[in-house]
């Protein structure tokens, strides 16, 4: 499913009337019709609702949501934060068709209008129609009034396509903005879903099929979601006659005497996702406390300088690098100068796919070159903050444009983490991932990734589908975590265990395959 900005929208409405024939009425309509199905999942019968209105077409579909409530049995009221005269077009006809039914509404200039704003702290829903995908600027006078009552009235609000007050395509805030439960929004799911204020203000969101054709909805924008079927279709197929070499051999890079357990997370991960073999290289004490968690991982003591790896361990990886078909640099690391030394030297002539992550990162940031074979960047915001050189929230401000910026900075994919993950490469649409959930944000969560991902670099899977196949997989395997545990308190070695799990569901999403 592609992901519409504002503009993108605007054609897509314009598409299916112009090319299409389908009345823009017709697709109000089926709007408002969307949304009340989700009313009657929050209020019950006869419940009283407040649909605040604006005057554009985000407002007519409040109207529409208004006169079908009426229908049903509720009792709806319209709040409409301008005059009546400002309604026009389509709005217009769909508010004459709404006060001809009977339901009462009350606009800014009324003198009732303060009372009402009160007032819907005793609703059981609001319904938030104000402002659509084309607002840009900062809300102010009647709107900024309504976000406010909405926002300090304490009822469950539904918002219409967005929620009021974020701006689409960055999820940035417009001054005041709707908080709301739940936003149906229309077609294509909206960038500030996934970004911003937008992100959490949008809450539990959804797409409404309003019946746009399925030839405006598969054109291409600059990024898509990553869906379970896709990849299905996409995961290396374990053959019944194949070798355990056959199924990746990784190599992991990781650790140090201070933080040994990084390597142990990256291995076990790799193990549950399935790899043949799977080597860890480093010093000796984190090599000891893997084989007490991993008996089936291959060991690799490589010299040590003051607890971390040696600059001359570089040449023992190097004289066994055909060995490995993958590799996972960087968690645990440090990014000291004997390790920015040694991966300088390593990465020099090293030719294996490879996951670049947490402290290898870092030593990126400090001038490390990248080695010129197939990479996954894998950064959190921190990180990537150092990468490209702006404060964390410079680029979470808009972290499509960041994604992009870093892709194209560095010619390799690159891999953004947090709340819906994005993944990008130079001349492919940004992937975002829809998969995880909040109790994810705990130690190791990021090495698990690593080793899921590295895997499927070593099964030959290229950076990109390995980079968004990798990310949407481990944040399942966290969901099953949070369904099964519970939603806080699991840990990263748990979202290991539940992988082959998670690839079982994701399997039995993809018809082509059979579930296991």
């Not at 102010?140 to 300090?152: C, D």
């Not at 940035?172 to 294509?188: F, P």
């Not at 808009?398 to 130079?426: M, N, S």
């Amino acid at each position: 499913m592609w992901i519409a900005k504002a503009e993108h929208c605007r054609r897509v409405d314009q598409k299916a009337s112009e090319e299409f024939g389908i009345p823009a009425k017709s697709l109000m309509e089926r709007a408002g019709q969307a949304v009340f199905d989700a009313v009657r999942d929050f209020a019950p019968a006869a419940g009283h609702i407040a649909v605040f209105c604006g005057r554009g077409n985000n407002g007519g579909d409040g109207f529409v949501v208004a006169r079908i409530a009426l229908d049903h049995g509720y009792f709806a009221h319209c709040i409409v934060a301008a005059l009546e005269s400002e309604i026009a077009g389509l709005a217009e006809e769909e508010m004459r068709l709404a006060q001809k039914q009977g339901v009462c509404m009350t606009f800014c200039d009324s003198e009732k209008w303060a009372k009402k704003l009160d007032c819907v702290a005793h609703k059981d829903l609001i319904v938030d129609a104000l402002l659509g995908t084309g607002a840009k600027r900062i809300v102010e006078g009647p709107i900024k009034e309504a976000i406010q009552a909405i926002n300090r009235s304490g009822v469950p609000v539904i918002s219409v396509d967005l929620p009021s007050g974020i701006e689409c395509d960055t999820g940035q805030e417009l001054g005041e903005s709707v908080w709301a439960c739940r936003t149906v929004t229309m077609g294509q799911p909206k960038p500030c879903f996934f970004q911003g204020i937008g992100l959490e203000h949008s809450g539990y969101w959804e797409v409404a099929d309003i019946g746009y054709p399925e030839e405006l909805l598969e054109e291409p924008t600059e990024a898509r979601l990553i869906e379970s079927d896709w990849v299905g279709n996409l995961l290396p197929e374990r053959l019944r006659a194949s070798h355990k070499r056959d199924n990746g051999a990784l190599l992991i890079v990781a650790g140090s005497r201070t933080m040994p357990g990084a390597a142990t997370l990256v291995a076990r991960a790799a193990l549950r996702s399935g790899a043949g073999l799977v080597t860890v290289a480093s010093v000796p004490s984190v090599c000891d406390a893997v084989s007490h968690h991993l008996p089936e991982v291959l060991l690799l003591p490589l010299p040590e300088k003051d607890g971390k790896i040696a600059p001359e361990a570089a040449a023992i990886l190097l004289e066994k690098q055909d060995a490995y078909t993958g590799a996972a640099f960087g968690p645990g690391l440090s990014h000291e100068q004997p390790v920015v030394d040694f991966l300088a030297s390593l990465w020099a002539e090293w030719r294996k796919p490879s996951v670049i992550d947490a402290d290898a990162l870092n030593c990126v940031a400090l001038g490390v070159e990248l080695p010129s074979a197939p990479s996954v960047l894998t950064p959190h915001p921190g990180e990537m903050g150092r990468l490209l050189k702006q404060s964390v929230a410079e680029l979470q401000s808009d972290r499509f444009l960041t994604v992009r910026l870093a892709a194209e900075r560095f010619h390799r994919c690159v891999l953004l983490k947090g709340p819906f993950t994005i993944v990008g490469e130079p001349n492919h649409p940004l992937l975002v991932n829809t998969t995880g959930n909040s109790g994810m944000a705990t130690g190791g969560m990021g090495d698990t990734l690593t080793g899921i991902i590295a895997t499927l670099l070593s099964q030959d899977l290229p950076t990109y589908l390995a980079a968004a196949c990798g990310v949407h997989w481990h944040g399942l395997a966290a969901d099953l975590c949070a369904c099964e545990i519970g939603p806080i308190g699991y840990t990263a070695a748990e979202v290991s265990n539940y992988l082959p799990s998670a690839r079982v569901r994701i399997l039995s999403s993809c018809e082509s395959k059979p579930p296991c």
